[in-house]
């Protein structure tokens, strides 16, 4: 059993920065890629960045050049650095932790852009 903990999400000023933290239990973690989802009030969940298991990482397009996602093997932690943060960035944000055939999901953490 795969359990998934969100931490960092907060209110922050347009242009500001927070970090996020997905801890992982268990040992499957080097084995597994992981994501970040995001879900708006009203929008479907999207994915923003990906990163597997051999640090190769992936942006939506929206995110690109303002967020960073890494992973800490030693800590079984994956995190989203985000910068620059807009209004349309505000959402629930999930980790997913992937390892075929299954998939994971945390309870979310909510990051709120305002000013």
């Known amino acids: 059993q795969v359990q998934l903990v969100e931490s960092g999400g907060d209110l922050v000023q347009p242009g500001g920065s927070l970090r996020l933290s997905c801890a992982a239990s268990?040992?499957?973690?080097?084995?597994?890629?992981m994501d970040w989802y995001r879900q708006a009030p009203g929008k479907q969940r999207e994915l923003v960045a990906t990163?597997?298991?051999?640090?190769?990482?992936n942006y939506a397009d929206s995110v690109k050049g303002r967020f960073t996602i890494s992973r800490d093997n030693s800590k079984n932690t994956v995190y989203l650095q985000m910068n620059s943060l807009k209004p349309e960035d505000t959402a629930v944000y999930y980790c997913?932790?992937?390892?075929?055939?299954?998939?994971?999901w945390g309870q979310g953490t909510q990051v709120t852009v305002s000013s």
């Open positions: 997913n932790l992937r390892i075929w055939p299954r998939a994971y």
């Open positions: 268990g040992s499957r973690f080097t084995r597994a890629n």
């Open positions: 990163i597997t298991t051999d640090g190769s990482t």
